[in-house]
């Protein structure tokens, strides 16, 4: 669940205030929304123009610390293989720092990855459906027409963006870092009732925020990143941390994998 403390120890610009502000944070939010607009229709020159030139990175739970340009290299891959992500935004808010060059772009979202599995073998692994009478397992069909099933991963999150106004490029905003809060997730059966089991080996070296998410995604020979933030404890902590120097003009370090 999430945490009931407030992470935040200031109040920033996030309503309101003069217009100057609000043009500001209205220029943050389109960066937010530029992820699912152009990156789920593959416009990758309209996606990399939303990031700064040079050393910019996002995270995710498939790839890991990436520049945004091995980002988008590997996106392009997997599209050609048939990795099937999407993103419904779900609301976004951004928060300007105190010198009004700074800001963090908070993007609520929804991460659906679609699936496709071939059925277990029918003398032992089996297929979770849920019939009539409540849930139960039974051994998944297979005919000479339907050898996969279909599933989602839905997993709803946060995107939080750091943005930086740049004087050299006309004070245009661009996205330095993309990293999320993985907040919960859950399997969908795309013909109501075909879904796959994940074994507790799978499941428990997961964060919760994103295990069913991670466990699919490991199927297919990702290496999940296991130092994300969710929906409280230790690192989401520190990334409330990290979110408060940025604004403050402060250093960031968002290279968690393997220190924790």
């Known amino acids: 669940m999430t945490s009931p403390q407030d992470p935040h120890t200031q109040l920033y610009s996030h309503i309101n205030g003069q217009t100057s502000d609000l043009l500001d944070r209205y220029a943050v939010s389109e960066l937010c ?3 699912p607009v152009y990156r789920d229709a593959s416009e990758w020159q309209n996606y990399r123009d939303l990031f700064t030139a040079e050393g910019a990175y996002v995270w995710t739970t498939w790839s890991g610390p990436r520049t945004v340009d091995e980002f988008i290299s590997i996106s392009k891959a997997g599209k050609e293989k048939g990795v099937f992500i999407m993103h419904r935004e779900c609301g976004t808010l951004v928060e300007l720092g105190k010198d009004k060059t700074r800001a963090i772009g908070k993007m609520k979202a929804t991460i659906t990855h679609r699936f496709k599995f071939s059925p277990p073998p029918t003398n032992g692994a089996q297929a979770t459906t849920n019939g009539t009478n409540g849930a139960h397992h039974h051994e998944a069909r297979q005919t000479e027409d339907e050898d996969e099933y279909e599933f989602d991963v839905d997993c709803d999150c946060r995107f939080i963006f750091f943005a930086e106004k740049n004087a050299s490029t006309n004070n245009e905003w661009k996205t330095r870092y993309v990293k999320l809060f993985y907040e919960k997730d859950k399997v969908v059966p795309v013909d109501g009732f075909t879904a796959p089991r994940f074994s507790k080996a799978e499941l428990e070296k997961i964060p919760r925020g994103y295990k069913y998410l991670g466990a699919a995604q490991a199927r297919l020979g990702y290496e999940i990143d296991l130092d994300l933030p969710t929906a409280s404890g230790k690192l989401w902590d520190r990334m409330y941390g990290e979110m408060e ?16």
């Open 33 to 35: 929304k530029g992820w």
């Open 245 to 260: 120097k940025w604004l403050n003009g402060g250093k960031v370090d968002l290279f968690w994998e393997g220190k924790q």
